[in-house]
């Protein structure tokens, strides 16, 4: 069973950094496009970046120059670095990946990793 786990998020002050990790694990195949999204209280779910398996990234343009979102293969991880956050990058963050196995490939969510921004 393939399972995504979150970590790295927690309370900053404005302008602060941190950094998300996702690590992947289960019986799988091949790890396609992995992404993060993030949810804010009474708003819908929404991309925040994505990277290919090539390594090409696509950022929303709210987080343009502020995160940097890889991937390691070999670790079955995928990071997200996040700059000069402010109170509106408060959210549930969640890890996507596509992956493949045995069954086919799915879509898996990790559990989400909460941000809060203040002082």
């Known amino acids: 069973q393939v399972q995504l786990v979150e970590s790295g998020g927690g309370l900053v002050q404005p302008g602060g950094s941190l950094t998300l990790s996702c690590k992947v694990s289960?019986?799988?195949?091949?790890?396609?496009?992995m992404a993060w999204h993030r949810q804010a209280p009474g708003k819908q779910r929404e991309l925040v970046a994505h990277i290919t398996t090539g390594g090409k990234t696509n950022y929303a343009t709210s987080v343009q120059g502020r995160f940097t979102i890889s991937r390691d293969d070999a670790q079955s991880t995928v990071t997200l670095q996040m700059h000069s956050l402010n109170p509106n990058y408060s959210a549930f963050y969640y890890c996507?990946?596509?992956?493949?196995?045995?069954?086919?490939?799915?879509?898996?969510w990790g559990q989400g990793t909460q941000i809060t921004v203040g002082s």
């Open positions: 996507h990946s596509n992956i493949l196995t045995d069954n086919g490939a799915t879509g898996y």
């Open positions: 289960g019986s799988l195949t091949y790890m396609g496009k």
